[in-house]
């Protein structure tokens, strides 16, 4: 059986195997069905690759999706023809809104049978343009193996993204001689490297008269992997670094620099900072609405730089005064050397004070149990070191207000689509990535129960993660808003809940249970101690508000504290 | 015919240059669908060069939510070019067949006012005049508006393509790489 040579005359399932060789995937995560059954049988000729079974093909995404996040490089996952590829548009937006590298293979009926309403027949990648960055319906063998390694250089270059193959039956079978080529170029797709050399001096000379300058850094930072040069610019120069929440953990949240998050629920000082800054450096961000609050009120007096990969992101959103087009690593790398330490001391007292005055990240001193105990608890407990992976909701904005960043790529969520349910396939794939780490599923006990059945496969293949549930007994973001919003009608917000600890001890997996600091203290201890998956339900205070916020159609500047 | 509203928008005028897959249209198509631009027209023919179609897209709007369009046209990995042709000194083009109604004895009449038009007579019935006419949508318009006057009976148009005057502005094979540099100079983004 052939395995990772490059040509000979091999089947569809085979090329796509060695493709997946090449480019140095050793996991696949996935359901078989009707459709997929050749590819699942060339798959059983290459036990290098991993095969992860998913209880539902979205948990079979997002596990992908933390795979690709963890490593930096292209996840793949798998499903069959009909309800497997529509049950894979739920992770395949988010990888997309997310910029996450995912290579979807799906089976497709037989090509003869191609619109003719076959069993399990769904127009597959008609489902998918809108939510992925390419896709294909191969029709033709001898195609297969420029479009199989296609899709790993456009998942993973430029701006990455989802790209779908959708493979009919017979193509998987069907046979060629015809070659994986080496390199892949498409003409029309030209990523940018570094910005333009006459933009990246104007944004020097802005940066080095600056007097009240802030950096925001996004997941462009992570993906270009700019961490070190972003350090670079902002000790050089002396300039605060505010992260968005996929920038979370590109700067150490424990630095001196370091002012935490922005946006909706970010930090009081960080938003007040953006406000009132004189200049603002964008990398590797968009200016998303939940970071940015009213456009309209967004840092009135500051000059704004912006670095995106993306072109599409230049002035979608605010007006810039310099743009530059150009990926964060190489960029930053030029634009290092030409600036200076910059007067910005009278800024950073001024911030320091406001800081120590509104202490955003200090949870409230009470014996409560309060969900935003249970996240500095676990942070003590990992010596900040865990990797941390949030659901959607009040649970994932106090994983990333609680807990100090201080490595990249140690937080991960699906900020942008925001489906509840990502948390616990998602950590699952972040750990087989990184089999030696600590990894930490935080979620709330509504999205929990969203993918809940992955806990066959976290017990299957005993993936070693902790799974904390935060649980209030409510869709607690859902609850806040109808409090405030609706003056507090709750409808669907709250929830009866099975007890989590007995759920996971069903599926094999140790269950704990935490309704105090102490319990807390105790159960996690106890986790880290066992070399295995453990669930604990932490049942938090039930009616505590996810703050600082920023109320909708407000700006920064009116970030309410509590 | 245009309605009021239509008559009041602004529009757009631009050329795709895009890979000949299938596929292709849908998924120009959907980026202006979900991205909230209203199509007024679009035309798809083959370019001089092989294996590259070429896309005549009227959108509704201008300016800065037209260069959002053009960018995130871009983004679709089929598309190699997009050039905004609104502000270029252009050939406007479009074709229409309509069958007018000759009712009354009016078909010289109709046929004479054709002529006027540089239309031409391609069908004649009893009681009907078919008339095409290849002109610029405003002079299509025009001939609409004289031809409701007798009764339309059946129209159709192909949509409007078009071509820059001039080789500077023009989108031939010789110029494309001419052009290709003042869209990347005017905002660093090609």
């Known amino acids: 059986m052939s395995n990772d040579s490059k040509?000979?005359?091999?089947?569809?399932?085979?090329?796509?195997?060695?493709?997946?060789?090449?480019?140095?995937?050793?996991?696949?995560?996935?359901?078989?069905?009707?459709?997929?059954?050749?590819?699942?049988?060339?798959?059983?000729?290459?036990?290098?690759?991993?095969?992860?079974?998913?209880?539902?093909?979205?948990?079979?995404?997002?596990?992908?999706?933390?795979?690709?996040?963890?490593?930096?490089?292209?996840?793949?996952?798998?499903?069959?023809?009909?309800?497997?590829?529509?049950?894979?548009?739920?992770?395949?937006?988010?990888?997309?809104?997310?910029?996450?590298?995912?290579?979807?293979?799906?089976?497709?009926?037989?090509?003869?049978?191609?619109?003719?309403?076959?069993?399990?027949?769904?127009?597959?990648?008609?489902?998918?343009?809108?939510?992925?960055?390419?896709?294909?319906?191969?029709?033709?063998?001898?195609?297969?193996?420029?479009?199989?390694?296609?899709?790993?250089?456009?998942?993973?270059?430029?701006?990455?993204?989802?790209?779908?193959?959708?493979?009919?039956?017979?193509?998987?079978?069907?046979?060629?001689?015809?070659?994986?080529?080496?390199?892949?170029?498409?003409?029309?797709?030209q990523p940018a490297s570094a910005g333009d050399s006459g933009m990246i001096r104007r944004a020097a000379d802005l940066i080095n008269e600056a007097k009240k300058p802030v950096i925001i850094a996004g997941h462009g930072v992570a993906i270009s992997e700019a961490w070190d040069e972003l350090r670079v610019l902002a000790e050089k120069v002396n300039i605060p670094v505010i992260t968005t929440l996929h920038g979370v953990g590109c700067f150490p949240e424990t630095h001196p620099l370091s002012m935490g998050m922005l946006g909706m629920h970010g930090m009081y000082y960080a938003n007040i900072a953006v406000d009132q800054c004189d200049l603002l450096i964008g990398i590797g961000f968009r200016f998303d609405d939940r970071v940015t609050g009213r456009v309209s009120g967004f840092a009135p007096n500051a000059k704004i730089i912006h670095i995106d990969l993306d072109p599409a992101e230049i002035e979608k959103v605010v007006q810039t005064d310099v743009p530059i087009v150009g990926d964060a690593k190489a960029t930053l790398a030029q634009l290092n050397p030409i600036v200076g330490r910059a007067e910005t001391d009278t800024w950073l007292d001024y911030l320091s004070k406001l800081r120590s005055e509104h202490p955003s990240e200090t949870p409230p001193d009470t014996d409560q149990f309060l969900p935003q105990h249970m996240i500095r608890q676990i942070y003590k407990h990992s010596d900040g070191k865990a990797k941390v992976i949030a659901d959607v909701g009040q649970n994932q904005m106090w994983a990333s207000q609680n807990f100090f960043y201080d490595h990249p790529l140690s937080f991960f969520s699906a900020g942008g689509t925001g489906p509840m349910g990502y948390a616990l396939p998602a950590a699952m794939g972040v750990q087989v990535a990184c089999p030696d780490d600590e990894v930490w599923c935080v979620t709330g006990d509504g999205g929990f129960q969203i993918n809940i059945q992955e806990l066959?496969?976290?017990?299957?293949?005993?993936?070693?993660?902790?799974?904390?549930?935060?649980?209030?007994?409510?869709?607690?973001?859902?609850?806040?808003?109808?409090?405030?919003?609706?003056?507090?009608?709750?409808?669907?917000?709250?929830?009866?809940?099975?007890?989590?600890?007995?759920?996971?001890?069903?599926?094999?997996?140790?269950?704990?249970?935490?309704?105090?600091?102490?319990?807390?203290?105790?159960?996690?201890?106890?986790?880290?101690?066992?070399?295995?998956?453990v669930l604990i339900d932490f049942m938090v205070a039930e009616n505590e508000d996810c703050m600082p916020m920023v109320f909708p159609g407000a700006s920064l500047a009116e970030t309410v504290e509590a | 015919m245009l309605s009021q509203r239509e008559q009041s928008i602004q529009y757009s005028t631009m050329v795709l240059l895009v890979e000949d897959h299938p596929g292709v249209l849908t998924k120009v198509s959907m980026v202006l669908r979900r991205r909230g631009f209203n199509i007024a027209s679009l035309s798809v023919g083959h370019s001089e060069q092989p294996g590259v179609s070429r896309m005549t897209i009227v959108v509704e709007g201008t300016?800065?939510?037209?260069?959002?369009?053009?960018?995130?046209?871009?983004?679709?990995?089929?598309?190699?070019?997009?050039?905004?042709?609104?502000?270029?000194?252009?050939?406007?083009?479009?074709?229409?067949?309509?069958?007018?109604?000759?009712?009354?004895?009016?078909?010289?009449?109709?046929?004479?006012?054709?002529?006027?038009?540089?239309?031409?007579?391609?069908?004649?019935?009893?009681?009907?005049?078919?008339?095409?006419?290849?002109?610029?949508?405003?002079?299509?318009?025009?001939?609409?508006?004289?031809?409701?006057?007798?009764?339309?009976?059946?129209?159709?148009?192909?949509?409007?393509v078009t071509m820059a005057r001039g080789r500077k502005a023009g989108l031939g094979a010789q110029s494309v790489e001419q052009t290709e540099k003042e869209v990347t100079s005017q905002d660093g983004t090609l």
């Open chain 1, 7 to 189: 040509s000979g005359r091999r089947s569809g399932g085979q090329i796509i195997c060695d493709v997946l060789l090449q480019e140095g995937v050793n996991a696949i995560f996935g359901m078989p069905g009707g459709a997929s059954l050749p590819f699942y049988d060339a798959l059983y000729h290459y036990p290098q690759i991993r095969h992860y079974l998913a209880r539902h093909e979205q948990g079979a995404g997002f596990m992908a999706d933390g795979y690709a996040r963890a490593k930096n490089q292209v996840g793949v996952c798998t499903s069959t023809s009909g309800p497997g590829a529509t049950n894979f548009v739920t992770s395949m937006a988010s990888a997309q809104m997310d910029s996450v590298p995912v290579v979807y293979i799906t089976g497709q009926v037989a090509r003869e049978f191609i619109g003719t309403d076959a069993f399990q027949e769904t127009d597959a990648t008609g489902v998918s343009i809108p939510v992925t960055k390419q896709n294909y319906l191969v029709k033709d063998i001898d195609e297969l193996p420029r479009t199989v390694k296609e899709a790993f250089y456009l998942a993973k270059s430029g701006r990455p993204g989802p790209v779908h193959l959708d493979i009919p039956k017979d193509i998987f079978l069907a046979e060629t001689d015809a070659p994986i080529p080496d390199e892949i170029e498409v003409r029309g797709y």
């Open chain 1, 456 to 533: 066959a496969a976290v017990a299957e293949y005993k993936i070693p993660i902790k799974i904390g549930v935060m649980n209030n007994g409510h869709l607690g973001m859902i609850r806040q808003w109808q409090n405030r919003f609706y003056d507090g009608r709750l409808m669907g917000a709250e929830l009866a809940n099975p007890p989590f600890d007995k759920v996971a001890e069903a599926y094999g997996i140790p269950g704990l249970v935490a309704r105090t600091k102490d319990e807390a203290d105790e159960a996690i201890a106890k986790a880290r101690s066992i070399d295995g998956p």
């Open chain 2, 63 to 160: 300016g800065p939510r037209i260069k959002q369009c053009e960018k995130q046209l871009y983004k679709l990995i089929e598309v190699l070019n997009v050039y905004d042709l609104t502000e270029y000194d252009r050939v406007d083009k479009e074709l229409a067949i309509v069958r007018i109604s000759g009712q009354g004895g009016k078909r010289a009449e109709i046929t004479s006012a054709a002529q006027a038009f540089d239309a031409e007579v391609v069908d004649l019935g009893k009681d009907y005049v078919t008339c095409q006419i290849t002109a610029s949508p405003y002079s299509i318009e025009r001939f609409l508006e004289m031809a409701s006057d007798f009764g339309i009976m059946e129209l159709t148009r192909t949509g409007v």
